[in-house]
């Protein structure tokens, strides 16, 4: 393998991790429908979780512990701030390569999510 290709597969690989990030902070940080949760509320119902865990019978124990198990996790992905600033930065820095490379168009970025200001900033047209 020429250094030449072993160049281009780590480019590859790096444009690759920089896009994925990318798409996978936008679908985390994708707004919800409905009335948006806060870390009290979902606290108080822990506590309201707790509470009804001894008086619960078999299948109501088993769903109580579950969605305390999906309160928890929800919770603790609040706390963990995403610095989305930094990683569309280096959306930006690649996105035109990548997406001339492979073949990737305006819409279809768009129908994933991307923003149409984010794409101008990569340098990525509708006509491109």
Request: glycine share 6%; charged share 35%.
């Amino acid at each position: 393998m020429s250094a030449e290709h072993k160049a281009a597969l780590a480019q590859g690989r790096s444009e690759g991790k920089a896009v994925r990030d990318y798409l996978d902070a936008l679908r985390a940080n994708k707004p919800k429908r409905g009335r948006k949760r806060t870390a009290d509320s979902i606290k108080k119902r822990l506590a309201a979780i707790d509470a009804e865990l001894p008086d619960a019978d078999a299948l109501g124990e088993l769903r109580l512990v579950q969605e305390k198990r999906d309160l928890a996790s929800e919770l603790d992905a609040m706390q963990r701030a995403v610095d989305l600033g930094a990683i569309e930065a280096a959306f930006i820095k690649v996105a035109k390569s990548y997406s001339e490379r492979q073949r990737i168009s305006y819409a279809s970025w768009r129908d994933v999510g991307v923003e149409a200001a984010v794409l101008k900033k990569a340098g990525i047209s509708r006509s491109s």
